[in-house]
């Protein structure tokens, strides 16, 4: 009864991922999880049937009579542990968008393309918790966009559904249609980056201040090779992430750069009611007793080379 219920919930499992191989060996499974469908995670209906089945099999678990306690012990574990992978959420891709622009007249056209023609259309392309900041210090000419996407296809197609989109085509036209001598910027720096296993999708934070006051402070922290790379990403999954949640940084996302120009990078970015409060959490952060045991781990030494740090405001029209 309990193999005919696992059997089921593989099968019905949303994440992308099943099991295709196991067997009973005394006290346990050898299992050999390989990637699946990629499509059935998006329906809810999955997980309802899924949780149904796992109910289902945790009742049949209870009615085995097992030689021994250790035995059933285990067995019981691996259900549960195998439950929860399967229910793992799936990591979100970022792109992270840096306009460069060379005066106010530029700023002032991009950011009606953005908000009157961009975002409107990312929406109807089913992308939604689109964020648009800018530097804290007005010398630099900097605006930010930060897409959050579900899946590689989505960002791959995203061209395609603008470029067929009536409306982004007619309220875009300025930016898409200026010409050479009269650009809406100097340039572009895009960067491509996954959510790290700690947080997994992005954090929408609760600030109650003026969008003026609010500070979002994106960090890239680079390292010296990518195994020392590995090893930060590591700390914020164990433990550094956290440490930041106990303290009420508000991480909106934590990510590992897939393409950019700076490698290997892990970028994140935190967010404050206003500059007194950012300063006042970091001198917390520095002065608490588990980030100071984690930070003095001998496995997590020398793990990023520098620090990179740019504070930022949230436009009105910002989603984060």
Same mark, same amino acid.
């Given at each position: 009864?309990?193999?005919?219920?696992f059997?089921? %919930?593989?099968?019905?499992s949303?994440t992308?991922?099943?099991?295709?191989?196991?067997y009973?060996q005394?006290?346990?499974? %050898?299992?050999?999880? !390989?990637?699946?469908?990629?499509?059935?995670?998006e329906?809810?209906?999955?997980? %309802?049937i899924?949780?149904f089945?796992?109910?289902?099999?945790?009742?049949?678990?209870?009615?085995?009579? +097992?030689?021994?306690?250790?035995s059933?012990?285990?067995?019981?574990?691996f259900?549960?542990?195998?439950?929860?992978?399967a229910f793992?959420?799936?990591r979100?891709?970022?792109?992270?968008?840096?306009?460069?622009?060379?005066?106010?007249?530029?700023?002032?056209?991009?950011?009606?393309?953005?908000?009157?023609?961009?975002?409107?259309?990312?929406?109807?392309?089913?992308?939604?918790?689109?964020?648009?900041?800018?530097?804290?210090?007005?010398?630099?000419?900097l605006?930010?966009v930060? %897409?959050? +996407?579900?899946?590689?296809?989505?960002?791959?197609?995203?061209?395609?559904?603008?470029?067929?989109?009536?409306?982004?085509?007619?309220?875009?036209?300025?930016?898409?249609? !200026?010409?050479?001598?009269?650009?809406?910027?100097?340039?572009i720096?895009?960067? +491509?980056?996954?959510?790290?296993?700690?947080?997994?999708?992005?954090?929408?934070?609760?600030?109650?201040?003026?969008?003026n006051?609010?500070?979002?402070?994106?960090?890239?922290?680079?390292?010296?090779s990518?195994k020392?790379?590995?090893?930060?990403?590591?700390?914020?999954?164990?433990g550094e992430?956290?440490?930041?949640?106990?303290?009420?940084?508000?991480?909106?996302?934590?990510?590992?750069?897939?393409?950019?120009?700076?490698?290997?990078?892990?970028v994140?970015?935190?967010?404050?009611?206003?500059?007194?409060?950012?300063?006042?959490?970091?001198?917390?952060?520095?002065?608490?007793?588990?980030?100071?045991?984690l930070?003095?781990?001998?496995?997590?030494?020398?793990?990023?080379?520098?620090?990179d740090?740019?504070?930022?405001?949230?436009?009105?029209?910002?989603?984060?």
């Amino acid at each position: 009864m309990v193999l005919c219920w696992f059997q089921m %919930i593989r099968m019905v499992s949303f994440t992308g991922f099943h099991i295709n191989k196991y067997y009973y060996q005394g006290a346990g499974f %050898i299992l050999n999880p !390989t990637p699946w469908f990629l499509l059935f995670h998006e329906f809810k209906i999955i997980k %309802i049937i899924s949780t149904f089945i796992y109910f289902k099999m945790l009742s049949a678990l209870r009615q085995i009579k +097992f030689p021994d306690s250790t035995s059933g012990l285990l067995v019981i574990l691996f259900f549960l542990s195998s439950h929860v992978y399967a229910f793992a959420p799936k990591r979100e891709l970022y792109q992270l968008k840096i306009y460069h622009l060379k005066d106010n007249s530029q700023k002032d056209r991009l950011e009606k393309y953005l908000k009157e023609a961009y975002l409107p259309a990312l929406h109807r392309a089913g992308i939604g918790k689109v964020g648009v900041f800018k530097p804290v210090y007005e010398a630099d000419s900097l605006l930010y966009v930060l %897409i959050p +996407f579900k899946s590689a296809d989505q960002f791959m197609s995203l061209s395609e559904k603008l470029a067929s989109d009536k409306t982004y085509l007619a309220a875009g036209d300025d930016y898409l249609n !200026t010409s050479f001598d009269n650009p809406v910027f100097k340039g572009i720096e895009s960067e +491509f980056m996954e959510a790290i296993s700690g947080l997994p999708v992005m954090n929408l934070p609760k600030l109650k201040s003026a969008f003026n006051e609010r500070i979002y402070e994106l960090r890239r922290y680079e390292a010296a090779s990518e195994k020392l790379h590995e090893n930060k990403i590591a700390q914020f999954n164990n433990g550094e992430l956290d440490i930041f949640k106990k303290l009420g940084f508000n991480t909106v996302f934590s990510s590992q750069v897939k393409v950019g120009k700076k490698l290997p990078a892990l970028v994140y970015m935190t967010s404050f009611e206003n500059k007194e409060e950012r300063d006042a959490h970091w001198k917390a952060f520095g002065a608490d007793p588990d980030w100071k045991k984690l930070n003095a781990l001998p496995e997590y030494a020398h793990n990023f080379l520098r620090a990179d740090i740019y504070l930022l405001h949230p436009t009105a029209y910002s989603e984060i």
